[in-house]
């Protein structure tokens, strides 16, 4: 009797395991760390879109470590090589608010941190030489509120030095504005303001930046449960809620961040940087990246070259989780 019960379950497991053309699917083994670190390795040495960008610094890591990283073309970035992040500094800027406000905050806050709040007029780069958050806002069209684009996705700088004006940031200096954002995202976490500007103004490395992003997997900063939440609609040709991206993908915007979720993407959480610094969070929440460089672009487009790291860096990240170089 046993052996007839023992036959019976394995014969209704063959049925379960059969695909519906009535054969048995191949098993594919999960990738070992070593072959998906390779994997990641030779994609950043010799995928196009990588060898483009030379000299880079990568990093994949999890919430305790890095997993794999390396630097390119003639090695002169590295993980502590400092520079200039422009709009990677619009994440750190998300995640602070949302920590000031403990994850509870009213309409308007959350209208500027998605970029829909009608504060459109900000000159890229306008805050050189400026002192204090007031002063950068007070350069040129920098605080004029447009009407029109209340409520629509616009993507400038204006939303977020307007909250800061208005929410008690006004008075600081570059230095003030490090130690307040210190006080929420943690004194562990160096960097400086090069300008007054909340939506690009940061200086830091690939090193700070990635601890940044451990924060996040590990739940120590309350933005992680704000990835990609509530995320709006940004491509003027996809929705009349939107005016203006520096993108021509269907990308939706959260809490100072890009979702990656055009029908090409992978669902990450993102936030390039003009100059090319290109962090990401996988959208499991398991996995976090960077691509660090910088490189001047040509044209006037906000995320200038950080489209490229994009290009780059999405490459090195899907050859990682399969184990398979780009």
Not at 16 to 42: H, I, L, N, R, Y
Not at 132 to 161: I, P
Not at 162 to 171: C, E, F, I, R, S
Request: proline fraction near 3%.
């Amino acid at each position: 009797m046993r052996q007839s019960a023992v036959v019976f379950i394995f014969y209704v497991f063959l049925l379960c395991s059969c695909k519906g053309d009535g054969t048995v699917p191949e098993f594919t083994p999960a990738p070992s760390e070593s072959a998906k670190v390779a994997a990641a390795q030779t994609t950043a040495n010799t995928n196009t879109n990588c060898t483009a960008i030379v000299p880079f610094y990568w990093e994949i890591g999890n919430g305790s470590s890095t997993l794999a990283s390396g630097s390119t073309g003639n090695g002169s970035i590295t993980r502590t090589t400092s520079l200039a992040i422009a709009s990677a500094s619009k994440w750190l800027f998300g995640a602070y608010v949302v920590q000031k406000r403990g994850g509870t905050f009213d309409s308007t806050t959350e209208k500027h941190l998605k970029m829909l709040s009608g504060y459109t007029s900000f000159g890229n780069l306008s805050c050189i030489g400026t002192n204090t958050v007031q002063e950068c806002a007070n350069v040129g069209t920098n605080s004029q509120y447009n009407a029109a684009d209340d409520n629509k996705f616009y993507y400038n700088g204006g939303h977020f030095q307007k909250w800061a004006v208005d929410n008690g940031l006004a008075t600081m200096t570059r230095a003030q504005l490090r130690t307040e954002y210190q006080s929420q995202l943690g004194t562990d976490f160096d960097f400086i303001f090069a300008s007054p500007q909340l939506a690009g103004g940061v200086n830091t490395d690939a090193a700070n930046y990635a601890l940044f992003l451990r924060k996040i997997l590990n739940n120590q900063l309350l933005i992680r449960t704000y990835l990609g939440a509530n995320s709006t609609c940004t491509l003027p040709s996809q929705c009349t809620t939107a005016v203006s991206s520096p993108l021509a993908v269907n990308w939706h915007y959260s809490y100072g961040h890009w979702v990656e979720d055009d029908e090409n993407g992978d669902g990450s959480f993102s936030s390039a940087g003009l100059f090319g610094f290109y962090p990401w969070i996988n959208a499991s929440k398991n996995l976090y990246g960077l691509i660090s460089r910088y490189e001047v672009p040509s044209g006037g487009n906000e995320i200038g070259s950080g489209w490229a790291s994009y290009l780059c860096g999405r490459e090195i990240r899907k050859a990682y989780e399969t184990g398979v170089a780009r």
